[in-house]
Nanobody
């Protein structure tokens, strides 16, 4: 599976962005998908995940209530809807695909990674 993330950019605090991650391959619908982010000088951290059907989602506490993950298996795409953005959300955002049956937060459960898209939130 190859993943291509897009949709990053510069936004003011309180604004919104939608990230997209397009996947190649016929087996996209079998993967659990996750979004991670890495801010300068920090480790990569889990943001949100969604299981293969879209029926189960999980969020980091820092984004709960502001971000929403969704997927369209017909389009081989997963989305991250980000609202009420804060300067601390500034990071490179990565999408990832894994074979776990449930949403996992640890990097090691994800086999395929996209190239990342930069989100900058100005105060």
């Amino acid at each position: 599976v190859q993943l291509q993330a897009s949709g990053g950019g510069l936004v003011q605090a309180g604004g919104s962005l939608r990230l997209s991650c397009a996947a190649s391959g016929r087996t996209f619908s079998s993967y659990t998908m996750g979004w991670f982010r890495q801010a300068p000088g920090k480790e990569r951290e889990f943001v949100a995940g969604i299981n293969w059907s879209g029926g189960s989602t999980y969020y980091a506490d820092s984004v709960k209530g502001r971000f929403a993950i969704s997927r369209d298996n017909a389009k081989n795409t997963v989305y991250l809807h980000m609202n009420s953005l804060k300067p601390e959300d500034t990071a490179v955002y990565y999408c990832a695909a894994g074979n776990s049956n449930v949403v996992r937060t640890a990097n090691r459960y994800y086999t395929y990674w996209g190239q990342g898209t930069l989100v900058t939130v100005s105060s």
